[in-house]
């Protein structure tokens, strides 16, 4: 089995299939952005903080809602284009900063709303929460989201049916082969930012939800992860070839994923 892909190794890899990313990637559920307009961490004119905004799917629920300005940190600049499109389409005040959130300077104190969407395992975790915490105002909300292609309550055939394709390749701290992924632990993120005595817990939610994609469609969501862009051409090509087959003489050329979407919020004190 290869190894995790580490942090250094999953930012590098993350705009390697901007494209393929921007044209599969489901956005998040409105219900979680329901949760944060019900805790009163997302309103008309909320100054939010985009950290590891890629190609810009939790920025554009932000710009739904209100938030202005918004500040977009993506380290990758293959996903300028698509962050930048957003400015000019946008009536909102949109800045994007193409560095890593570690060293982006950010003025103390200024935002309302900071948003880690699919990104925060992938941030630096001896400085995270601290970072976060520096950027806040006072009462200010931090909020993590994930998209996770799985459903722990529910059976899932495709993934039972691919493992044999898929279990060497190793995993990311994201689609973690763990019992437990990063993004459902609980218990262990929300210590992460109680411990740190800089924030209060606000609210958990989560929401399970099934996406239904074609064999070709299954392709191309896993050409975005990690652990296979990774991989040589080569060596890519044919596992993804072996998932569409597996998707078509298998499925029928139609794959349900039970999607969970969960939503941590964090007050600053």
């Not at 307009?37 to 190609?55: E, F, I, R, S, Y």
């Not at 890593?100 to 003025?107: D, I, M, S, T, Y």
């Not at 105002?137 to 059976?155: E, I």
């Not at 862009?229 to 993804?240: A, F, G, H």
């Amino acid at each position: 089995m290869m190894d995790k892909v580490s942090i250094a190794e999953g930012r590098a890899l993350f705009g390697s299939n901007a494209e393929g990313y921007d044209k599969i990637r489901p956005p998040y559920p409105e219900e979680l952005l329901s949760v944060l307009v019900a805790q009163g961490a997302l309103l008309k004119g909320t100054a939010a903080l985009d950290v590891g905004a890629g190609n810009g799917l939790a920025t554009r629920a932000l710009i739904k809602h209100g938030a202005d300005p918004i500040l977009a940190i993506e380290p990758d600049r293959r996903f300028a284009s698509h962050l930048l499109s957003l400015v000019t389409q946008s009536g909102s005040r949109i800045t994007v900063m193409c560095v890593p959130f570690e060293a982006a300077e950010l003025e103390a104190g200024s935002f309302d709303l900071t948003v880690a969407a699919t990104s925060y395992h992938w941030l630096d975790p001896s400085t995270r929460v601290q970072k976060l915490a520096d950027a806040l105002k006072p009462g200010g909300f931090a909020a993590l989201m994930w998209n996770l292609f799985q459903d722990q309550t529910k059976p899932d055939p495709f993934h039972e049916a691919t493992q044999h394709v898929l279990a060497p390749l190793g995993d990311t701290p994201s689609e973690s082969l763990a019992p437990t992924p990063f993004a459902l632990q609980r218990e262990v993120r929300t210590a992460e930012f109680v411990e740190s005595g800089l924030f209060e817990p606000a609210c958990y939610h989560e929401v399970r939800w099934t996406l239904t994609l074609t064999a070709d469609d299954m392709a191309l969501l896993y050409s975005t992860f990690a652990h296979i862009q990774k991989l040589s051409d080569t060596d890519r090509e044919k596992i993804l070839t072996k998932l569409k087959r597996i998707a078509n003489d298998e499925f029928n050329g139609k794959v349900e994923r039970h999607m969970t979407s969960p939503l941590y919020l964090f007050r600053r004190l």
